[in-house]
């Protein structure tokens, strides 16, 4: 008779997808997730698959999170100024007990190189960053707090640019200050 799983799935990926999030892929060992999981290595193969398969399965998952929080902070923001204002804060400040940096931003600088699924997987996050950015800065368009003279399109691809350097930034000891300074400015030159 098959034993019942003692854990809840997404509650142990949470912990691979900080660990891997937090150390990379390639540092990260099967012991280590199957510490920092809190399940045994046989559990994990037979949820998860392989340690590659999981980390794949982690990155869909801060995908998913990281989506629903800028969805949320986006449809409680007024204006597209605060809307990207309020991202920009996400992105440099991150969450309380979360690493710093982007595990997207992570694992393509790491990986997609040598690694199609990471390639993959990674593009397809920075499309959904790119699209986002462009819906707010059309609504800022619509309702003149962005230049028109420039295409939506243009000007998301640069504010995602300058978002995926602010992750890589984030993991250094530079001042989130500059950060910030650095991301209003990008602010700014949308504005009219």
């Given at each position: 008779?098959?034993?019942?799983?003692?854990?809840?799935?997404?509650?142990?990926?949470?912990?691979?997808?900080?660990?891997?999030?937090?150390?990379?892929?390639?540092?990260?060992?099967?012991?280590?997730?199957?510490?920092?999981?809190?399940?045994?290595?046989?559990?994990?193969?037979?949820?998860?698959?392989?340690?590659?398969?999981?980390?794949?399965?982690?990155?869909?998952?801060?995908?998913?999170?990281?989506?629903?929080?800028?969805?949320?902070?986006?449809?409680?923001?007024?204006?597209?100024?605060?809307?990207?204002?309020?991202?920009?804060?996400?992105?440099?400040?991150?969450?309380?007990?979360?690493?710093?940096?982007?595990?997207?931003?992570?694992?393509?600088?790491?990986?997609?190189?040598?690694?199609?699924?990471?390639?993959?997987?990674?593009?397809?996050?920075?499309?959904?960053?790119?699209?986002?950015?462009?819906?707010?800065?059309?609504?800022?368009?619509?309702n003149g707090e962005f230049t028109?003279?420039?295409?939506?399109?243009?000007?998301?691809?640069?504010m995602h640019a300058v978002c995926?350097?602010?992750?890589?930034?984030?993991?250094?000891?530079?001042a989130k200050e500059k950060l910030?300074?650095?991301?209003?400015?990008?602010?700014?030159?949308?504005?009219?």
């Amino acid at each position: 008779m098959a034993r019942s799983k003692e854990f809840e799935e997404n509650v142990v990926l949470d912990k691979a997808m900080k660990l891997f999030w937090e150390q990379g892929y390639e540092k990260t060992s099967l012991t280590d997730l199957v510490e920092h999981m809190g399940i045994h290595r046989r559990s994990l193969y037979d949820t998860f698959g392989d340690k590659h398969t999981l980390f794949l399965k982690a990155m869909d998952r801060f995908r998913a999170k990281i989506n629903t929080e800028l969805t949320g902070v986006v449809k409680r923001s007024e204006t597209a100024e605060e809307a990207l204002q309020m991202i920009i804060s996400f992105m440099i400040y991150g969450e309380e007990a979360s690493p710093s940096g982007c595990l997207m931003v992570n694992s393509a600088v790491e990986l997609a190189m040598r690694d199609a699924e990471v390639d993959s997987k990674s593009t397809e996050s920075f499309t959904l960053s790119e699209q986002m950015f462009k819906d707010i800065i059309l609504w800022g368009q619509r309702n003149g707090e962005f230049t028109a003279a420039y295409n939506a399109e243009e000007l998301a691809e640069q504010m995602h640019a300058v978002c995926v350097g602010l992750r890589v930034m984030t993991r250094t000891s530079i001042a989130k200050e500059k950060l910030y300074r650095t991301a209003n400015l990008s602010i700014k030159l949308l504005k009219k």
